[in-house]
């Protein structure tokens, strides 16, 4: 989707601000948010695509206004709504200050509940999203490439500052998830991630340095031979 | 760029924000279910705040540093590399190591969301997920290079890796002079988290200032 969380490029945003000895957290409710978002990613109903699309779903201007651990927040609480495993109504329930306990979730999702045992397994042993599967690429290190101008309503790692754009296939990365299907339906749809390389001058036109580079991390959906 | 952040301390005694009161509600209404157990949010929290972080990244260079053979599996395949020194996992299952030198300067963004290797560097800054930087690094990278303290001359190929797959980035930053007789923990502790994702220079020793 065309969201303002896909902002590269974009001018006025403000300066950076570099915090010394900045801590992990600077509240207590952003570990717990975290930490809630981790566990409960491990229940094992959604996948990491659609933990980002999610919080891309956040409008615009709050997204904008509001802290990181706020959009994991916003995403959380979607994805548990939208799986059923809390209901609206129980949430705005408890926020009112209603603390009758709520009923218990269905045993299979019990089951899957992370203990304190599992999290160093679930941390290390992640697999990640490379996929072992035996998918031809489309391209190989060397060939240029043109990037698809297209503009998905749903789901997407194309930036917009790379559609439509030339480059070069640097690297092969392999065979990965596919995260425009992955996000919206779980499907896999695995094929080849290329590392991209861009010159900044066919980014960002004529005007930028000619020493400049920017290397994109993209599927062979994205792509056309140049 | 400036060193005040306007984060939001919880003082005690103070009204609960709308915000604490939601992550209070989801928290209490997930542990009741039963989809979320205490003791296991307290071990992740104590992971990340204390266990994974840029002292491990910090290793893996230094040790790259001294041993040319290590450079270059970690060079070739990072992934592996690291797991030599015990490094893997979430938010690192594929990674990739970028050697800067005096003519090639490469810096990591993730322009999308706030894509980071966790097991080398532990979880991201704010800057790093913050829209100025996001939006910024792709296009103006020499500015904002400055704006760290870094003027690197126009002769240097400035390449900017955004994070857009699952394939995650860790900068080798360039040795700096005068360290021959360090060792590699001496080595470690000169190598700043920034240094990893490329917005700064690992420093001689004398005038190291941490970041």
């Not at chain 2, 592996?80 to 050697?99: I, P, T």
């Amino acid at each position: 989707m065309n969201g303002v969380h896909d902002m590269g490029g974009m001018h006025g945003l403000g300066p950076i601000v570099h915090e010394t000895d900045e801590p992990v957290f600077h509240a207590e409710w952003e570990r717990r948010a975290f930490a809630i978002t981790l566990a409960a990613g491990f229940l094992g109903r959604w996948n990491l695509d659609q933990s980002r699309y999610a919080r891309e779903l956040m409008p615009p201007a709050e997204y904008l206004a509001s802290t990181y651990y706020e959009h994991w927040l916003h995403g959380l609480e979607r994805q548990l709504v939208d799986t059923r495993l809390l209901a609206r109504e129980e949430i705005e329930r408890r926020l009112g200050g209603d603390r009758a306990p709520a009923a218990p979730a269905a045993e299979a999702d019990r089951a899957r509940a992370l203990t304190a045992a599992d999290v160093p397994r679930a941390l290390y042993k992640s697999k990640g999203a490379r996929v072992a599967a035996d998918v031809p690429p489309r391209f190989r290190v060397g060939d240029e490439i043109r990037t698809r101008n297209i503009h998905p309503s749903a789901h997407t790692r194309l930036p917009r500052y790379a559609r439509g754009r030339r480059g070069m296939i640097h690297r092969d990365h392999g065979v990965f998830v596919f995260p425009d299907t992955h996000a919206m339906s779980q499907d896999p749809k695995p094929q080849h991630v290329y590392s991209v390389r861009f010159a900044a001058r066919e980014l960002w036109g004529p005007e930028a340095s000619p020493r400049h580079f920017v290397h994109v991390d993209l599927w062979d959906d994205y792509l056309d031979p140049a | 760029m400036s060193d005040d952040h306007d984060h939001h301390p919880e003082e005690p005694g103070s009204p609960l924000t709308d915000v604490q009161l939601r992550v209070r509600a989801l928290e209490s209404l997930l542990v009741d279910k039963g989809l979320v157990d205490p003791a296991a949010l307290d071990v992740l929290i104590d992971t990340y705040e204390t266990k994974v972080g840029p002292r491990n990244g910090a290793r893996v260079v230094a040790r790259a540093w001294g041993d040319p053979a290590y450079k270059q599996r970690l060079l070739a395949d990072a992934t592996a590399a690291v797991a030599e020194l015990g490094y893997m996992g979430r938010q690192g299952e594929d990674m990739v190591v970028l050697e800067n030198t005096p003519t090639v300067h490469n810096m990591v963004v993730c322009t999308l969301c706030s894509c980071y290797p966790w097991p080398l560097l532990g979880l991201p800054p704010v800057w790093y997920k913050s829209s100025p930087y996001r939006s910024r690094a792709v296009l103006d990278p020499r500015g904002v290079l400055r704006d760290f303290g870094l003027d690197l001359g126009e002769d240097v190929e400035i390449r900017v890796w955004d994070s857009t797959a699952e394939l995650r980035y860790v900068v080798l930053p360039e040795r700096p002079p005068g360290t021959g007789g360090l060792s590699e923990d001496e080595l470690a502790d000169l190598v700043t988290r920034d240094s990893m994702i490329g917005v700064a220079k690992v420093e001689a020793p004398a005038q190291g200032a941490r970041r």
